[in-house]
């Protein structure tokens, strides 16, 4: 009923910048909250950046200072503008919405998720 598409991902060298999107379509009567999640090689997957649907935003502290989340209501779709890149931020990036399907409840959708490579 929903699919989320994103994009902007690739590889980088350390403190460069990437601005990753996703754009969810479908069978949507609102989109509620909109985050971003990580996994690296070996790790649990980790909630980088989300925001709900009055703009409240969190970060993870990691990102804290680097990272910025925004969205735009009218196209469905959910930013990170990532700045000053490190190694440790490699890792596959998902796209995560809440979203409430016409005629219908709300349900989690998750992005197949994009490759962002920090190296030298």
């Known amino acids: 009923q929903v699919q989320l598409v994103e994009s902007g991902g690739g590889l980088v060298q350390p403190g460069g910048s990437l601005r990753l999107s996703c754009v969810a379509s479908?069978?949507?009567?609102?989109?509620?909250?909109m985050g971003w999640y990580r996994q690296a090689p070996g790790k649990q997957r980790e909630l980088v950046a989300e925001?709900?649907?009055?703009?409240?935003?969190n970060y993870a502290d990691s990102v804290k200072a680097r990272f910025t989340i925004s969205r735009d209501d009218a196209k469905n779709t959910v930013y990170l503008q990532m700045t000053g890149l490190k190694p440790e931020d490699t890792a596959v990036y998902y796209c995560?919405?809440?979203?409430?399907?016409?005629?219908?409840?709300?349900?989690?959708?998750w992005g197949q998720g994009t490759q962002v490579t920090v190296s030298s």
């Open positions: 479908g069978s949507i009567f609102r989109v509620n909250g």
């Open positions: 925001i709900t649907s009055g703009g409240i935003r």
């Open positions: 995560n919405a809440r979203v409430t399907v016409v005629g219908g409840r709300w349900n989690d959708y």
